[in-house]
């Protein structure tokens, strides 16, 4: 997997757009970029993911930019429960029958005050 | 569909037992994966089925460890022999096949079964 950069930890208040930053400056020209959240005593939640385009759904957006060197989650109205840790992963490409392994990194740590 | 379960949610051993975990993960995805979290370290994989076949162990998964998934449905990873660094969170996850020749990394993940090991 391509290596990825974020901050240990963020803060966000109630109601105001959460923007958490990736770097991910080695990743290759068909390596996605995913996006997970993991609420404490839960498993991780598939957030969002994309290529090169922008991508948007009903729990977040997806910035990329151009050079694909780096991301940003936005949550565009940040609630209590969206504090959580949010991973930032760049799974090498895998085709066909290869299984599709997530490396899970450290992770950004947001806590959304109120 | 409730998503992917896993039972029991909490598991308190003594050292040297044995412990079974099971995970039923959403009926159409034909991929289950197991992972292990320890305080403070996000997940690590452990292993990957593709139907009933086992086609991926990580080195983590020593030979105390066994998964299973007969019939490729619901699976089971037992611990034999436990030991106090056995306690994590055992977390199992699911994923429908690609629809194209790309691999699909949206998982659904089961809350997990927290085992402590005194």
């Known amino acids: 997997d391509a290596k990825t950069t974020q901050p240990p930890s963020m803060d966000c208040a109630e109601g105001r757009a959460a923007n958490l930053p990736c770097n991910h400056s080695?990743?290759?020209?068909?390596?996605?970029v995913y996006w997970y959240r993991q609420i404490h005593s839960q498993g991780p939640q598939y957030i969002i993911h994309g290529l090169k385009n922008n991508e948007t759904n009903e729990m977040a957006s997806l910035i990329i930019t151009e050079d694909r060197k780096s991301s940003t989650l936005i949550l565009p109205h940040a609630t209590l429960r969206d504090t959580a840790v949010y991973y930032c992963?760049?799974?090498?490409?895998?085709?066909?029958?290869?299984?599709?392994?997530?490396?899970f990194g450290q992770g950004t740590i947001l806590t959304v005050h109120p | 569909d409730t998503g992917v379960s896993q039972d029991p949610r909490h598991k308190i051993t003594k050292r040297g037992q044995n412990v079974t975990f099971r995970c039923d993960p959403i009926?159409?995805?034909?991929?289950l994966y197991w992972y292990r979290q320890t305080l403070g370290q996000g997940p690590e994989f452990l292993t990957y089925f593709q139907n009933e076949a086992q086609l991926e162990k990580s080195r983590l998964l020593s030979d105390r460890f066994s998964a299973e998934r007969p019939k490729g449905s619901f699976s089971t990873l037992e611990i034999q022999r436990t030991e106090q660094g056995d306690s994590a969170m055992y977390l199992c996850?699911?994923?429908?096949?690609?629809?194209?020749?790309?691999?699909?990394?949206?998982?659904?993940f089961g809350s997990g079964t927290r085992l402590t090991v005194v």
């Open positions: 009926s159409e995805h034909n991929r």
């Open positions: 992963i760049a799974p090498t490409y895998a085709g066909g029958t290869s299984y599709g392994k997530l490396t």
């Open positions: 080695t990743i290759s020209g068909n390596e996605y």
């Open positions: 996850a699911s994923s429908s096949p690609p629809a194209g020749p790309r691999v699909n990394y949206g998982y659904t």
